[in-house]
């Protein structure tokens, strides 16, 4: 326990996790970056397939031939899918350090946790509990009617210890124990 609460100082001291945090937050920065270039390599390809389809059909009216309809044709082999390789595995990469950094921020939540409970453990060991006010210390009774007075004082005492004096005999011997295994 000692450990962990020297280890939980060190990391409130060099703030741990508003570090980690703020890493998490670049981090998801980084990915909606990404998912914006993602989104632009797919306009500009788009835009730049439409206006070689566009310019393809204007040398065909040009050349009187019938226009081609594009949007039925899929092509084999795309290079904003290749353009767009690098940054997915970029995404990638950043999706995989957020949920590290998670998992790294719960673990320095947990530990300060961890400590603080013992803490508050160990208050409760090592302290009995103080009464701040009268009215807390006293707690509702409820008792049964007896007859008999309460004595107090040497008298009362000196009537008890004549009692335990019977109880218990000096006289006798106490039981003696088996012995079992080798004693020294």
Partial sequence: MRGKAALNRVSEFIG????????????????????????KIDSFGKGMREAGQKVANTFRTFADKEEV???D??????K????????????????SMVLHLDAAIDKVEDLSRDV?????????????????????????????????EYQF????FEAAYSKMDSVIKPDEKAPSVPKTGKVR
């Fill in 16 to 39: 741990l996790k508003d570090k980690l945090v703020g890493i998490r937050n670049k981090v998801k920065e980084g990915i909606a970056d990404t998912n914006r270039t993602i989104a």
């Fill in 153 to 156: 004082g040497a008298e009362t």
């Fill in 116 to 148: 603080e409970l013992d803490r508050m453990e160990k208050k409760q060991i090592d302290k009995p509990e103080q009464v701040t006010d009268i009215r807390d210390a006293i707690a509702p009774v409820s008792s049964v009617a007896e007859p008999t």
């Fill in 80 to 95: 904003t899918e290749v353009a767009k390789k690098p940054w997915q595995w970029q995404k990638k990469v950043y999706e």
């Fill in 73 to 78: 044709k899929e092509k084999q082999f795309s």
């Fill in 69 to 71: 309809d594009y949007s």
